[in-house]
């Protein structure tokens, strides 16, 4: 049985982390961290754990997480997990973090982009990006494991093959991404209150988002070129998903059936992969509470551009999810062990 | 493994059973029933079911149906399942019935509301209400299941104890009830459109909704006496969920902990059944997904009655849930096989 | 042109009443009080309102507003009211507070169910209750004005006609309801935020909420019997819209024309009351965004009740609406000036 | 007073074209036309109306209506338009199609794209493109106005400046949309019940929407170039809003504050556009309810690509309410009659 702990369990992907957990059958939770609730139940904060749950919520104590734990997962702010890793605590556990600080190679990108000082950059070499379908064997060799973002899970997986293959101009990729509100935290600021965000759609980080150079550095390994592109994340009154609608031009004709036949070379033995069939466009609805990404991609022969869709559940594949895949990449377990859930719908 | 089959799997009750029995170990699904949908795969009608369900889906035939399967659910409109069984059938085969056909006794009564002939009223005296908590033992040795409608299953569970214990006067039972619109069905009518629903909630079937005389049967099995109370469901813009608000003036005074000890009492064994602490509310965003009912009381000492609440997902404990709960009784299964979801939030 | 002050003009109903006051032909906004907000300008807080607004908020300063307005609306937390009225103010403008201060003419029964200790009791007697419909000729002449909580308008004008002629018993009287989310201010509370609000209905306040004793005092002066009565109200995931179902027994059997013409009797002069035909239900999504109540009531025969159900924006005739309808008869004006909004839908 | 008749007065376009005249000082309604509901009272389809409309739906009679009215307004769907009119009618009244029959010139375009052969082509020549903003003083003199569609207006407007000074390469335009769910219309699918379209958001009608080609020709004409882009809608879980998110490489280096200035040029002096500041992005919150469209753009440095965005609500600028906008043009009357509507805001 894996011991895990969890630092930051009462934010929206912590908190799933914990549904995940509760339902794998070769793990158990053996640390609620949450810095706000201290010494409060944690079935109090998450009303569905009642019964579930016994455990209170307990202060962030790396060392001691470090003794007791097989993994640990950090699902907190960025900047935290740089500041709590060193060489003692990677000898006695492995890290999974959801934050950014060990997502991008070069640090001075992610000290711009971010604003912080990153607090151990002797470890970003050595970190391993858990996108695990393309990552997959160096994870399983890993201590520290970048879980990534939510927005650049999906976009690179939408983009890869095309990107790998050499057929779309880097340069004119125009990522256009759409998200449910429990992307944007449980912090109470009011402009996510119940009636900010109901009945409203708007775009944020217009050519600023902290994911877009994520996405660059991913997609810069698979096409072979330094990648930049516009990336806009739009906030949809919704509370889980994730839609990618990507856009570039074709550097030669190519068919759909050709396309397809690319997408289903690259992912037709991913289970949480699914491409779907000609016309049909990915909807968040039909991945709901699963690891599942769907993907599927349109030719437009009047302009010569693809277009490149994904969706998936941004506390799933793109948060927590993936974090129990790598988890289990990490320990030699089944990957989709915990994670074959069936979408929830509706 | 229990071979079964279901008749109406394209409804919003039908389409969860197959969520449900997907993940269930000891069973799997030989026959996805749709009149409206013959031949076309069922993964093309519910999008969350690609790669998991090949099949496609097939015409009502209850006889081959009760060849091919261990147990049949009828997840179809009133009327169909009872003009289908018949002793033959009942004796290839066990039945579970998510529609009314079987559960009101008096079959004067459910054609009275229901505006239907009976078609096999013989089978009403054998049929078992399949409320699990209170029939049990009942449940294991029956062939036809009768199983329990949304509202009745919430309202009567969270009435039971004090009706039983005869603490309430059974005369001024008022339940206020509060659904999500997938209670309303899938069926394309303007009136359950997205910007008809969406931010609107209003009351229907005012003192004649068909639920009314279920819950008046089994509120007068616990009480003894025969029941006449008001019953009011209510539309609110959500998937799922069901809210109950129930009152009554109480016999005598009892204060919040001596209501609260005869809850634990009935339910303290019951794996599915959540009573609260004191002043925590039942919310449905905490069962949603799960087989679980939340209930709460509250004692007003100025009225001198009580306030009972339940909270449930109507398509989990209020459909399929429940009726994966009767098959696993009746085949002498684990009660909570496949039931033990964590609720989903957010 | 009446020079009108808001003090906590960027709470929720502060911002609709800028919406009607807008809109209204002979007044204008002289005032935008908000604490929270000072100096900014207030179309940076609220979007809607660019190139319409330019002025800037101001603080909360009542004796020069008291100069400058005419009319002095004061939507802000309980107790701000009271704490800043006194007889110079009101020598020199009229003040409508749509807090609860001066809404219950026993200081003993406010203080208890609001914890607060009333600053200004001298005012009480004075205050007129701002029930437009039952209270006309008494706002007229007054100088300060008690506007109505939104749920005692509502539910007060569902039970008026029947309490009134005396054919409900009092003691029966349940009042069950629900409203959207606006309702719960604008604070930045985790239980306000989209995802915690969205997919969910709970109960709140459950035999222990503040309009309870407003809506028993207006019953009582109706009914001319001390009324203690149960009121639940639940929050609906949904931005505007209060809908409201009570429950009474009837003294005596009535007819449902009977009922209906007492009703029609009551208010078919009432421009902003619709009392509907026959078996149609309120539902909020037909009042969004105006001042109208729409009425209509059951009689249920097997129980002998009366359901009286009552929808109605929760801003507007629940809130700033009947703000304006009475500085309208205060000042003389055509009751339903700047009230003549047709409901948007969808 | 001007006598305006609506055919297809039930669908959601037409209902706001109702809520609107209802609120126009000038005009009154004077056919409530709906093939659906024959002899329905128009306020038992729409309850918002109670009271304040007691017409019946009438049958679609083009004849009569030419003579009754001055103004017909057609909310209908594609080739309805079309095959009404000639030159007896035209002689009679004047008309606003809604439809897309007479807002493409080239009619093969037309009858490609909508699959219809158009049944009076010799109208469109004459037929004026109502996009007020651009072709208001054409508008004045027409006899025959084609309603923009809700998305070709909000992205022509957008991005109309930036193509007609030249500054964009109209060859790189790509126009990613988002839509409420009224804009899919009233009709009884199930793709649009509120369990699919609630949680969710999709792409549709990718690389073929048939606003392409209407948005292409508008942009052509402002660019001077033949342009062929990339249109993207995709449906978002709300009643109302429409936000255009637009991308398109700049041809020379150019700083926010030119830009804006070009934005402000065109749009000062237009009512219902209001250019942001700096950073704000639009939000169609902002704009419920109201004729307004909210614009701003964002100047890439690392792409060298501008970023175009704008939100408006699809029935009122989109469909109901430029209607208006353009009827007032057509009759001599202040543009903003009826239409000076504060966005109503939650």
């Known amino acids: 049985m894996i011991k895990a702990g969890i630092i930051g369990s009462t934010g929206y992907a912590g ?32 009303g569905n ?31 935290l997990c740089a500041s709590l890793v060193n060489e003692d605590i990677l000898s006695k556990t492995k890290i999974i973090d959801l934050s950014a600080d060990f997502r991008i190679k070069d640090v001075g990108v992610y000290e711009k982009w971010y604003g912080l000082e990153h ?3 002797q470890f970003i070499g050595e970190a391993v990006y858990g996108l695990c379908e393309i990552n997959r064997e160096k994870i399983k060799k890993a201590r520290l494991i970048a879980n990534p973002g939510c927005y650049p899970t999906c976009s690179t997986l939408a983009i890869y093959p095309l990107a790998k293959e050499g057929l779309i101009d880097m340069s004119t990729v125009i990522i256009d991404a759409k998200s449910g509100t429990s992307g944007a935290g449980r912090g109470a600021k009011v402009n996510n209150l119940y009636c900010e965000v109901n009945e409203s759609i708007k775009a944020y980080g217009v050519a600023s988002h902290r994911h877009t150079p994520e ?30 609608t990507a ?20 992912y037709e033995n991913e289970y949480f992969i699914r491409v779907l069939e000609k016309d049909v466009c990915p909807e968040t609805r039909w991945v709901e509470g699963s690891n599942f990404v769907d993907l599927n991609i349109k030719i437009d022969p009047r302009t010569k551009r693809v277009i490149m869709m994904g969706a998936m559940d941004n506390l799933v594949k793109g948060a927590a999810g993936q974090a129990v895949q790598n988890m289990n990449l990490l320990f030699g377990l089944e990957e989709q062990e915990g994670l074959r859930l069936v979408p929830m719908f509706p």
């Open 215 to 244: 996405i660059e550095e991913q997609l810069s390994y698979a096409s072979g070129e330094q990648v930049v592109l516009n990336f806009t994340p739009h906030l949809v009154p919704m509370n889980r998903g994730i839609l990618i």
């Open 119 to 121: 607090k151990s950059p």
């Open 247 to 266: 856009y570039a031009n074709l550097k030669k004709e190519i068919s759909y059936e050709e396309a397809k036949a690319i997408y289903d070379q690259y």
């Open 15 to 46: 908190q799933e982390l914990v549904r995940l957990l509760l339902q794998h059958k070769e793990a158990e939770i053996v640390w609620y961290g949450s810095r706000s609730y201290i010494d409060k139940r944690y079935s109090d904060v998450f």
């Open 49 to 79: 754990m009642t019964k579930l749950v016994d455990q209170k919520c307990l202060d962030d104590n790396m060392e001691e997480l470090a003794e007791e734990a097989d993994i640990v997962f950090t699902a907190t702010p960025q900047g």
